[in-house]
């Protein structure tokens, strides 16, 4: 797949299981340098931690105390916790032993490393093993502004009133800003919280409310007592001290409460309805009670903020509040799909937690396949047919993250790395729908209710308890043994092992000779540049499903036959191919086409002998429903990406891709339109070729248009079919479908009568106001720039500066880009200057005068905003197509390095791509134009 464009669907970010954005302190836990681990001589039993906060003042300064309750474990003179930022109280600080009564052993001295974050503290005696002990160290501290430990932050009503509030992010590790303790994620205790506060805030924590008292000495302050807490690890612990207020769910297993400040109230309908229904399906899937006796999800201002915390749930606004009349169906979809994923987290990662952060991947993946399992439970009713959450989520992420685990420079899922900085720096998103997709794998090929079993065995071997990927592929092991649905002798382990151990993925080979299928397998790499060889040793276990035109023997068998990876057993069984060959008998005739990878269970493309490809489109085109829906859905991404690599032509890549003139399901379309608008779009659109392709491309995707068009509106729970027709609307402007100016034509006369009121549905999105400017004259697009700051929605906004650019005039886009950046009373405000460029530069007629505008402003533009400089040059890279369009970039690159030096890294990377856009041109460019002219009616 190709780099893809800047583009209006909104990009889902993928959602982090934990904030990873570190700043410049130096992570500890899970580092396996034992220096930067705490001794073992202490096991922590239970915290009760006082805070006491008064947000509104000036200062936000809180003042605290714990009381950890510990077994020593070994004789000792030194508690060593982990702290950071909190001036001790140390004269006050002791220890009594909870076997004797009298007055606390008080601290002698103190030293603290702030590399480590260790505070370390000597008493007048020292302690014994096995021995109970309770320490207690008061402190202060401050709210921090950044989103770290016990932070502050604001929001601002519709009054223009500011309230503040105070919350945490303690993952990975920082609940040592908050009170001193043992912060890795295997010294499990449990927690009691307090907190005091003014009396008009309230407070949420991972427990139900115990009691709420005053506090001595402060009038009008309450300090509300949480219930003591399961064992849990320190960075599950959370609290937020604010003046929100809840919707109270009406079902489900525990008390449901969403929560968000007054004016936004009205926008918890979704989560409200949706959290609720997910826990029964959850409870059922891990066989096990929701763990903790309440749950909250709280909506929290400010930045990215989605983060598990046990038994309350962070989200940033947008991911869990949704005006349902006004969103898209793209955001409505994404916010649906992460509630459940956060419930699961409850089990899994929070009731079983990892030992060490290496294993991220891990714990965040099963609850991404789980989510849309779960919605599939509770929508079925009103979808279209074929369509289900699971399948849009594999065809989206896994494709998704296919194409990024493509590149050379692709992590393996088991990050190898000396400490936690370093792991950091190589881990990516991407290994979390990696994960989900080889759970999917698992799932299906040992069985749906073996996998299931060995989640629960797992869930209930391990509750209040740590555990790593191996312990589970164990428990899977066992379980799928006693139920034979593993050959004999094969473990979990052994097949999880390249998968998980070796950068990305393989493509397999599959050649048919007579009745037999040779099968060879290598790492698939698309980069184009220098190293692109697998350099890590071992092959992959794949499991095969095939599917045929016959319904007996291999291809009706509800197990797979694994093809062989690295091993150091062999197999005899029928169920092992051991060297690359299976024999099928006449299971196969010579004249049938068939397929592997049955719903795209393996994560990994396929390429095939000529002959059984000709039959494969062959049967596409004959009747494509005998083919299921995700294999045709697996052929389109593959021949997109085969074709874009030079592994088949482009002409049998198209001719395959004819077929969806007879399709009808949804996903193999969003495949579709990928492969049409995302991918070769980008790569011919400033060729001479454009107009034919866009031609070509109309005569693809015009009769689904019109089905689409003219149907009656879907439902609102049909969420299939709503998410294409968004993308859709998407394609057919930039394709130039003539029937959809007709019917946008409408809908921007609607506007224009009142733009400051009447609502254009982002599902429509800027459609509308594109082929109004497309098609438009100079003064139309005066005449849109001048309505522009009439529309004060930010959606809208956005819709509208993108339509702006849609002209194809260049002297326009020139003008545009001028009133941009510089105008004198220019409508655009100066911080979304940089998105007009993008948007100019992403239109077949906007490399140049992009390019031109910025070579003649480069010290006006780098003044306006410095920071943002070196992204305008990153996009020239982005949008060459040619070797004279690189050296002139570079050249411009290297004359102003004064302003670029310092990203020269990023640039490099851009640079990269222009190299391959480049080779792209000259190897496909050629094959192209020729199917073009044979093809698109003139
Ligand atoms: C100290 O008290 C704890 C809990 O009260 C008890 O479990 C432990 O056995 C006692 N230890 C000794 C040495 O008496
Ligand atoms: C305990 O502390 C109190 C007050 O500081 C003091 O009066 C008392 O003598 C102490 N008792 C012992 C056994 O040290
Ligand atoms: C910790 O304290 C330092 C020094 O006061 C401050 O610069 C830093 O922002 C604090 N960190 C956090 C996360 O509050
Ligand atoms: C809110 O405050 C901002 C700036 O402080 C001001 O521009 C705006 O007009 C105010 N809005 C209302 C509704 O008072
Ligand atoms: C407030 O409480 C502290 C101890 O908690 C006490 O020393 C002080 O005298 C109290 N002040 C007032 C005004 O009651
Ligand atoms: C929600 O309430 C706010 C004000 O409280 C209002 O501006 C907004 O239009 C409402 N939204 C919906 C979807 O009702």
């Known amino acids: 797949m190709a780099a893809g464009k800047i583009s209006l669907i909104i990009v889902f970010t993928i959602v982090h299981l934990f904030l990873l954005v570190n700043c410049s302190k130096k992570p500890k836990a899970g580092d396996p340098d034992p220096k930067s681990l705490l001794p073992k001589t202490f096991l922590p039993i239970n915290y009760d931690v006082f805070l006491y906060t008064n947000i509104k003042t000036p200062d936000f300064k809180f003042t605290g105390k714990v009381v950890i309750q510990m077994t020593c474990i070994k004789d000792t003179s030194e508690l060593v916790l982990h702290m950071m930022n909190l001036t001790i109280d140390h004269n006050a600080v002791n220890y009594k032993c909870v076997n004797s009564t009298g007055n606390g052993t008080k601290a002698k001295s103190n030293k603290y490393d702030k590399d480590l974050q260790m505070y370390s503290v000597t008493f007048e005696e020292p302690f014994k093993a096995n021995q109970v002990y309770e320490v207690y160290i008061p402190y202060e501290g401050e709210l921090s502004e950044y989103q770290m430990g016990i932070y502050r932050n604001s929001y601002t009503d519709k009054n223009n009133k500011t309230s503040w509030f105070a919350t945490t992010e303690f993952a990975l590790d920082n609940a040592r800003y908050a009170f001193p303790c043992f912060d890795e994620p295997n010294y499990k205790a449990t927690f009691s919280i307090n907190i005091g506060h003014p009396k008009d805030l309230n407070v949420i924590s991972n427990m139900p409310l115990e009691n709420s008292g005053p506090v001595s000495n402060k009038t009008n302050w309450a300090l509300d007592t949480f219930k003591k807490s399961p064992k849990m690890s320190t960075y599950m612990v959370g609290f937020h001290i604010s003046d929100f207020t809840n919707k109270k769910c009406e079902s489900g297993s525990v008390p449901f409460q969403i929560w968000t400040y007054k004016d936004q109230m009205n926008q918890t309908d979704l989560a409200a309805d949706v959290g609720p229904k997910c826990l029964p399906f959850l409870e059922t899937y891990f066989k096990s009670k929701f763990p903790l006796p309440k749950v909250d999800l709280i909506a929290v201002p400010g930045i990215y903020a989605d983060n598990e915390y046990w038994g309350m749930i962070k989200f940033s606004e947008s991911d869990l509040l949704l005006d349902k009349e006004h969103s898209s169906v793209t955001t409505e979809y994404y916010n649906m799909l992460g509630i459940p994923k956060m419930l699961a987290f409850m089990w899994w990662g929070d009731l079983v937690t990892f030992k060490s952060w290496t294993d991220l991947w891990f714990f965040g993946s099963l609850p991404r396949y789980v989510a849309p399992l779960a919605l599939d439970t509770i929508f079925k009713s009103g979808q279209a047919p074929e369509w289900t959450f699971l399948r849009e989520y594999t065809y989206k992420q896994t494709s998704w993250c296919l194409n990024q685990d493509s590149k050379s420079a692709a992590q393996p899922l088991n990050i190898k790395a000396d400490n936690l900085t370093k792991f950091y720096s190589l881990f990516d998103d991407n290994a979390y729908d990696k994960g989900a997709a080889l759970m999917m794998m698992l799932s299906m090929s040992l069985t749906d209710k073996v996998f299931q079993e060995g989640v629960q065995k797992y869930v209930e071997l391990y509750s209040f308890g740590n555990a790593d990927h191996d312990d589970f592929w164990n428990v899977l092991t066992k379980v799928a043994q006693q139920s034979k649905t593993l050959p004999a002798g094969l473990t979990v382990n052994t097949i999880m092992d390249a998968w998980t151990n070796k950068a990305g993925f393989p493509i397999l080979e599959v050649k048919r000779e007579d009745s037999v299928l040779r099968f060879t397998q290598k790492r698939y790499v698309s980069d184009k540049l220098g190293n692109n060889t697998d350099n890590t040793a071992g092959s992959w276990w794949i499991p095969l499903y095939f599917v045929g035109p016959k319904s007996d023997s291999i291809f009706n068998s509800s197990q797979p036959i694994w093809l062989a990876g690295d091993s150091k057993i062999s197999f005899d069984s029928k169920t092992v191919i051991s060297n690359g060959q299976l024999d099928v008998g006449n299971s196969l005739d010579k004249s049938d086409w068939f397929l592997v990878n049955k719903e795209m269970c393996v994560p990994m493309h396929i390429n095939y002998d000529d002959q059984t490809w000709d039959l494969i489109i062959a049967q596409l085109k004959k009747d494509h429903t005998k083919i299921p829906v995700m294999n045709r859905v697996q052929l389109i991404l593959d021949v997109n990406t085969f074709s874009g690599h030079n592994l088949m032509p482009f002409g049998k890549a198209f001719d395959l891709l004819s077929y969806v003139l007879k399709e009808d399901d949804i996903v193999p379309w969003r495949a579709t339109l990928e492969f049409l608008w995302v991918d070769v779009d980008y790569y011919m659109m400033r060729t001479e070729k454009c107009e034919q392709f866009k031609a070509w491309a109309r005569q693809l995707i015009g009769p689904m248009y019109h089905r689409l068009a003219s149907s009656p509106k879907p439902n609102p729970g049909n969420y299939g079919l709503r998410i294409l027709s968004v993308h859709m609307n998407i394609a057919a402007a930039a394709f130039e479908l003539p029937e959809q100016e007709e019917k946008m034509k409408s809908e921007f006369d609607n506007w224009k009568k009142s733009p400051a009121t009447y609502f254009v549905h982002p599902d429509i999105g800027f459609s509308p106001f594109c082929i109004h400017i497309r098609k438009g004259t100079r003064s139309d697009w005066d005449e849109l720039y001048n309505l522009y700051p009439t529309c004060t929605s930010v959606d809208v906004q956005q819709m509208l500066r993108a339509a702006l650019a849609c002209t194809k005039d260049p002297e326009i ?118 199917y073009l002219t044979a093809n698109v009616k003139q």
Do not use: R
Request: proline share 3%; glycine share 2%; net charge neutral.
């Open 813 to 930: 886009l020139t003008h545009y880009l001028k009133v941009a950046h510089m105008g004198n009373d220019s409508k655009i405000a100066t911080e979304d200057a940089s998105a007009v460029f993008t948007s100019v530069i992403d239109q077949p007629m906007g490399f140049k005068p992009a390019k031109d505008f910025l070579f003649n402003n480069t010290d006006k533009i780098y003044n306006l905003s410095k920071y943002s400089f070196p992204a305008y040059v990153k996009y020239l890279y982005k949008y060459v197509m040619t070797d004279a369009e690189l050296k002139e970039i570079q050249d411009y690159a290297a004359k102003n390095d004064k302003y670029l030096k310092d990203y020269k890294e990023y640039l490099k990377k851009y640079e990269d791509v222009a190299k391959q856009n480049i080779i792209w041109q000259k190897e496909n460019y050629k094959e192209i134009a020729d």
